[in-house]
């Protein structure tokens, strides 16, 4: 087995366990008399940085008990007798994880559906037949790309409650990218905009990243906006 494998496999145990237990005993810097302490303490290091995100963010994780997580790891590492044979373990988790990430999306569909709903009655707020709102911030005067064009723009994307997971002016650099090879929104509300425009976008799920999400701030069927500065199509 791959050290890569071995690490993943290992994760959730380690980081979310281990995380949990209130009192394991383990206080201030571990003593490392020799080689192959430190290159266990160098395997928990990799373990614990490269999987914390993943873990604090995966649903459902929150809901488990650490205690028996600890228990049976330690049983099945040791090849002490386990109470769930590994041949029936996968099948046990895929089930758990895939209806908490049903009731997730579910989640998310509902409360973007009565968001747009709530948003298509505002001033200035005008509904697509594909369910894409926008609402013009400023209004340019240059031309229109096409989906075979690329185009620089700025942007500012957040999640409906507000929570900002990617923006090229946090970042002071302006993106350039075909205008045929983003989100479907994106795609259809550029082929509308000048040059020139600000537009704020509010995406359906469905014109977004749909039941996969993308990344750990956009969730599976989640509903985005963003802030859309057209600065000018470039030529190729």
């Given at each position: 087995?791959?050290?890569?494998?071995?690490?993943?496999?290992?994760?959730?145990?380690?980081?979310?366990?281990?995380?949990?237990?209130?009192?394991?005993?383990?206080?201030?810097?571990?003593?490392?008399?020799?080689?192959?302490?430190?290159?266990?303490?160098?395997?928990?290091?990799?373990?614990?940085?490269?999987?914390?995100?993943?873990?604090?963010?995966?649903p459902g994780v929150d809901q488990l008990d650490k205690k028996i997580i600890i228990a049976a790891f330690q049983k099945a590492?040791?090849?002490?007798?386990?109470?769930?044979?590994?041949?029936?373990?996968?099948?046990?988790?895929?089930?758990?994880?895939?209806?908490?990430?049903?009731?997730?999306?579910?989640?998310?569909?509902?409360?973007?559906?009565?968001?747009?709903?709530?948003?298509?009655?505002?001033?200035?707020?005008?509904?697509?037949?594909?369910?894409?709102?926008?609402?013009?911030?400023?209004?340019g005067t240059g031309s229109k790309p096409t989906p075979a064009d690329q185009v620089k723009c700025h942007y500012h994307g957040?999640?409906?409650?507000?929570?900002?997971?990617?923006?090229?002016?946090?970042?002071?650099?302006?993106?350039?990218?075909?205008?045929?090879?983003?989100?479907?929104?994106?795609?259809?509300?550029?082929?509308?905009?000048?040059?020139?425009?600000?537009?704020?976008?509010?995406?359906?799920?469905?014109?977004?990243?749909?039941?996969?999400?993308?990344?750990?701030?956009?969730?599976?069927?989640?509903?985005?906006?963003?802030?859309?500065?057209?600065?000018?199509?470039?030529?190729?």
């Amino acid at each position: 087995m791959k050290l890569r494998v071995f690490i993943y496999a290992s994760a959730l145990v380690l980081s979310v366990g281990v995380a949990g237990c209130q009192n394991s005993g383990i206080k201030g810097d571990t003593k490392l008399a020799n080689n192959n302490d430190s290159v266990s303490y160098a395997l928990g290091v990799l373990i614990g940085e490269n999987n914390k995100q993943q873990m604090k963010d995966a649903p459902g994780v929150d809901q488990l008990d650490k205690k028996i997580i600890i228990a049976a790891f330690q049983k099945a590492f040791l090849g002490d007798s386990v109470q769930i044979k590994a041949d029936n373990a996968n099948g046990i988790i895929q089930t758990y994880f895939t209806e908490i990430a049903k009731a997730e999306a579910d989640k998310n569909i509902k409360a973007g559906e009565e968001f747009l709903a709530a948003n298509a009655s505002k001033s200035g707020v005008v509904t697509l037949p594909s369910g894409l709102q926008y609402e013009i911030i400023t209004a340019g005067t240059g031309s229109k790309p096409t989906p075979a064009d690329q185009v620089k723009c700025h942007y500012h994307g957040t999640t409906i409650d507000g929570k900002v997971f990617d923006s090229s002016v946090d970042r002071g650099e302006p993106a350039v990218f075909p205008v045929g090879n983003v989100i479907p929104g994106w795609t259809e509300a550029l082929q509308l905009m000048p040059v020139g425009s600000k537009w704020k976008l509010f995406i359906p799920a469905a014109l977004a990243y749909g039941e996969r999400g993308a990344g750990a701030d956009i969730k599976p069927n989640s509903t985005l906006i963003f802030e859309v500065e057209l600065l000018e199509i470039v030529k190729m």
